[in-house]
């Protein structure tokens, strides 16, 4: 399917987004102080993890990051993203979760940092989110419950962020027939596979 928006919806889109990703920053500086938490020097790297993204809007986002870089580095990136795509089918063939270094990590730092999804900017801290399946709760990462060592740890509610995420993707897609189409998307996938609806 080609997927185009007008320029002016969706420059106005990306710029509330930039605004959504710093109040979720902030909300996360905020409960990962509240819990003592500090990424700096973290053996349990979660770039490693396997994350998928659900929403053009961010899609769209990080392909303006990219499409920022220098080309040198971001052909590099695009030939990791396509190893990485690979390795993680050959996981998943073996049934396997794929433990696999995220392709714009460079020797520990985000190379897109500016231009990272939600689950990059939320994972960590406890956090609850509140849907029409109930409360799905997420402890925070490993390093995370061993700080808590049995504390009740205040978990950030991500549903307010969430929400205002969905919110914008409907923003985007505007007054178009139907709704916008279902993403499931690592970040390796939507580097190789380029702007959505390519
Ligand atoms: S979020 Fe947790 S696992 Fe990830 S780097 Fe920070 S402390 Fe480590
Ligand atoms: S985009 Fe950045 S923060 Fe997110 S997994 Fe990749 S390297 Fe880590």
């Known amino acids: 399917m080609t997927l185009s928006f007008p320029a002016s919806r969706l420059r106005a889109t990306l710029k509330k987004l930039a605004a ?50 220098p080309e040198d580095r971001r052909t590099g990136y695009e030939r990791r993203a396509r190893e990485y795509v690979d390795a993680a089918r050959e996981a998943a063939s073996r049934g396997e979760t794929p433990r696999l270094m995220c392709p714009v990590n ?28 109930g409360v799905r ?26 929400r205002r995420l969905a919110g914008l993707e409907m923003e985007l897609w505007g007054s178009k027939p139907g709704r916008p189409p279902k993403v499931d998307l690592t970040l390796a996938e939507m580097i190789v596979a380029g702007p959505p609806g390519k």
């Open 20 to 69: 959504l990703y710093a109040d979720m920053d902030k909300a996360y500086t905020a409960a990962a102080s509240a819990a003592g938490l500090d990424c700096a020097g973290c053996a349990e790297n979660c770039c490693l993890s396997f994350f998928q993204h659900h929403t053009l809007v961010e899609w769209l986002y990080l392909q303006k990051g990219l499409a920022a870089l």
């Open 106 to 133: 460079d020797d520990g730092l985000c190379g897109l940092y500016e231009h990272r999804l939600m689950i990059c900017r939320l994972h960590g801290v406890p956090n609850v989110l509140l849907g029409s399946m």
């Open 137 to 162: 709760e997420f402890p925070g990462c490993g390093p995370c419950q061993r700080l808590a060592d049995g504390r009740e740890l205040k978990a950030m509610d991500r549903t307010p962020l969430l």
